[in-house]
C-alpha cells in the first residue's frame, strides 16, 4: 500500500498571511510540519502543496519536496486531490500546514484504520475538549459521532445542546485527514461542478462535503493537545515550546 503525505500550504491568510513562512527558531513553520512527516514511517513520500512561489520556493531551497498546485482550489482538500492527480498512491494524508506540534503518533492515528478496512473511504481525528472555552469557540470545529465514531456532523456551534443531560464529552476536531484515491477524486470533481456543498459552505468546514454526500467518515480519538498557529499569539506559544524542547535534547 503507497501511502502519500500531502501538506497543504497558501500564503493568502485571512487572519495570518504568510503564516507557512513565518520563522520558527530559524526555520519556516511549513519546515517543522514536514520534519514531523518524516517520522512517520508509513509514508512512501511528504510533499508540500502549495499555490505560491514564496513557499515553493522556500520548500525548494530547504530540499522539501513541493508541487505546485491551482490557485483557485477551494480547500486544502481539494488541493491535496489536485496532487493526488500527479502522485499515484491508495491512501493520502491531509496534514495541515500551520501545526507544528502535531506529534508522529497522531498523524499515524489516521492511517491505521486503512490498514483494518481496506473498504474504509475517509478517516479523520478527533480529540476530547478540555478547555471549556473550546465549546463555544466558533473558531473550533466540534465532532457528533454515532456509537461506530461514524461522523454525523461537525459545527462551530456549541453542540450537542445539554438539555436532556450534561453529562456529555464534547469532542474537536484534530485537522489530519486519510482519503482513499477514489474519495479524494470524488471531493476534486464535486468541487469543480458544484462548488462547496451546502453545510460545508456554512460552516466552512470542509469535511462536511463528504458526510452531505453520504460518505461515512470514521473518526478517530487521540490524545492531542497540539496548537494550531491561527494568530501571532499561537506563533509565541509553538515558539516557546519548541525552544523548550530544544534545550532539553541539546
Known amino acids: 500500500m503507497k501511502i502519500v503525505a500531502v501538506i497543504p500550504a497558501r500564503y493568502k491568510s485571512s487572519r495570518f498571511p504568510g503564516k507557512p513562512?513565518?520563522?520558527?527558531?530559524?526555520?519556516?513553520?511549513i519546515w517543522w510540519v514536514y520534519q514531523q512527516c518524516l517520522k512517520v514511517s508509513?509514508?512512501?513520500?511528504?510533499?508540500?502543496?502549495t499555490d505560491d512561489e514564496k513557499i515553493f520556493n522556500s520548500c525548494k531551497s530547504l530540499g522539501m519536496q513541493v508541487i505546485m498546485t491551482d490557485e483557485n482550489n477551494l480547500t486544502g482538500t481539494d488541493r491535496v486531490a489536485e496532487v493526488a492527480q500527479k502522485i499515484p498512491?491508495?491512501?493520502?494524508?491531509?496534514?495541515?500546514?500551520d501545526e507544528p506540534l502535531l506529534e508522529p503518533?497522531?498523524?499515524r492515528a489516521a492511517i491505521l484504520p486503512f490498514y483494518e478496512n481496506n473498504s474504509l473511504q475517509v478517516s479523520n481525528l478527533m480529540t476530547k475538549i478540555k478547555n471549556p472555552v473550546d465549546v463555544v469557540n466558533s473558531t473550533v470545529p466540534k465532532v457528533i459521532v454515532n456509537k461506530e465514531n461514524i461522523g454525523i456532523y461537525l459545527t462551530r456551534a456549541a453542540a450537542p445542546y445539554p438539555k436532556g443531560s450534561i453529562t456529555y464529552d464534547y469532542y474537536k476536531q484534530v485537522c489530519v485527514y486519510g482519503f482513499s484515491a477514489e474519495a479524494l477524486k470524488f471531493f476534486y470533481d464535486y468541487g469543480k461542478n458544484y462548488g462547496k456543498s451546502r453545510a460545508e459552505s456554512i460552516e466552512d468546514i470542509e469535511i462536511l462535503r463528504f458526510i452531505e454526500n453520504g460518505y461515512k467518515v470514521l473518526y478517530v480519538e487521540v490524545d492531542s493537545q497540539t496548537v494550531s498557529v491561527d494568530t501571532p499569539k499561537d506563533l509565541e506559544r509553538v515558539k516557546k515550546f519548541l525552544t523548550q524542547r530544544m534545550n532539553l535534547e541539546g
Open 21 to 29: 513562512l513565518v520563522d520558527i527558531c530559524g526555520k519556516p513553520m
Open 42 to 49: 508509513d509514508f512512501n513520500d511528504v510533499y508540500v502543496a
Open 89 to 97: 498512491a491508495d491512501i493520502y494524508v491531509n496534514i495541515q500546514g
Open 105 to 107: 503518533k497522531t498523524i
